[in-house]
């Protein structure tokens, strides 16, 4: 997959998966979401670290989320938060 950097260009991130709370060791964020252009993307942050990547598509975008849950800690501790879509201008 392509790296991306979504502060250069106009984004929706339309789910979202969290583990751990906000401040704590172990927190992290998992996005799905399209470009401006419509293209697809997945997003992580943890650790102070912010990275996406584009996807094929939407189904392509759901199986490397689904990868990354899987390898870290399952659905579980994964809980996907819905209705929080959030556009996002370049800075």
């Known amino acids: 997959m392509q790296r991306i950097d ?5 984004h929706t991130v339309t789910r979202w998966w ?3 709370e ?10 799905l979401g399209r470009l401006a252009d419509q293209r697809w993307f997945v997003a992580k942050a943890e650790h102070g670290t912010n ?7 939407e189904r392509h975008g759901c199986e490397v989320i ?3 849950i899987n390898r870290r ?8 938060i819905t209705g929080k ?4 201008a370049p800075a």
Do not use: Y
Not at 6 to 10: D, F, G, H, K, V
Not at 22 to 31: F, T, Y
Not at 51 to 57: N, T, V
């Open 66 to 68: 689904q990868a990354w």
């Open 51 to 57: 990275m996406a990547w584009l996807a094929r598509d």
């Open 6 to 10: 979504l502060a250069e260009s106009p």
């Open 85 to 88: 879509a959030v556009d996002r």
């Open 18 to 20: 969290v583990r751990g």
């Open 22 to 31: 906000r401040g704590e060791l172990g927190h992290a964020v998992i996005g």
């Open 73 to 80: 800690g399952g659905v579980k501790m994964w809980p996907e």
